[in-house]
């Protein structure tokens, strides 16, 4: 069964303090990986889509990484702004012939000014 | 304007009640799609429609029912209300059925069964 776990489950950094946010997935036929932005009380924010190992993906502070086992979301010298919680979700052709997407519990980050 | 608008915002009732989540969607999109976020943070499927018709429904108990009256609107009615069944239900749409990239959520309704 496809798996998608997100670490560490919640973040909390200084200003302008860097860090990654990992997503580590097993899936066979990856179609795509997409990384989301949800701030609180509202739904999932696309940011970036990454198809094949290698692939690299910037906006901003936000730098995306893929590689054939898992995905990290750089934030260089991030804001308060920034704060939110981070989803990625997963895309790979199912059993059923289906390409249902399955998301990871998500990176709880707090940037203090 | 709002792209994809959900309503109630929140949702508060008794086990064994019936309630609706009515979303509607302005992009103009062909495939809507119900989500539930549940206490541990994990977004789900729940049910997918193109253009008015079901195509994906994930193993989700028959008490829930959705209902497409047109391309731009997607209901959820729940019957007989558990405890279980408190979560987020997030709406969204998309131009085409399960494109990621483009995916769009409401802003979500908070459904407690107490």
């Known amino acids: 069964e496809d798996q998608v776990t997100q670490s560490p489950e919640a973040l909390r950094l200084q200003e302008g303090e860097s860090s990654s946010l990992n997503c580590s997935y097993t899936?066979?036929?990856?179609?795509?990986l997409f990384w989301y932005r949800q701030d609180p009380g509202k739904g999932p924010e696309f940011l970036f889509t990454?198809?094949?190992a290698g692939e690299e993906k910037e906006k901003e502070r936000l730098k995306a990484t893929l590689t054939k086992k898992e995905s990290f979301l750089h934030i260089t010298a991030p804001k308060p702004e920034d704060s939110a919680t981070y989803l990625c979700?997963?895309?790979?052709?199912?059993?059923?012939?289906?390409?249902?997407?399955?998301f990871g519990r998500g990176t709880s980050l707090i940037v203090h000014p | 304007d709002t792209a994809v608008s959900q309503t109630p915002k929140y949702l508060v009732t008794q086990m064994g009640n019936d309630k609706s989540i009515k979303c509607e969607q302005n992009?103009?999109?062909?495939?809507m799609y119900w989500y539930k976020q549940d206490s541990k943070k994990f977004l789900k499927i729940m049910f997918s429609?193109?253009?008015?018709?079901?195509?994906i429904n994930e193993t989700v108990p028959n008490r829930f029912s959705p209902k497409s009256p047109d391309k731009a609107h997607l209901n959820l009615h729940i019957n007989s209300l558990e405890l279980g069944d408190s979560a987020v239900y997030f709406c969204?749409?998309?131009?085409?059925?399960?494109?990621?990239?483009?995916?769009?959520f409401g802003s979500g309704t908070q459904l407690s069964v107490l």
């Open positions: 992009l103009g999109h062909d495939t």
């Open positions: 899936v066979s036929g990856l179609r795509g």
């Open positions: 990454l198809y094949s």
């Open positions: 979700a997963v895309q790979a052709l199912s059993s059923g012939g289906s390409y249902i997407p399955t």
């Open positions: 969204a749409s998309s131009v085409r059925d399960m494109d990621l990239k483009k995916l769009f």
């Open positions: 429609y193109n253009n008015k018709e079901l195509i």
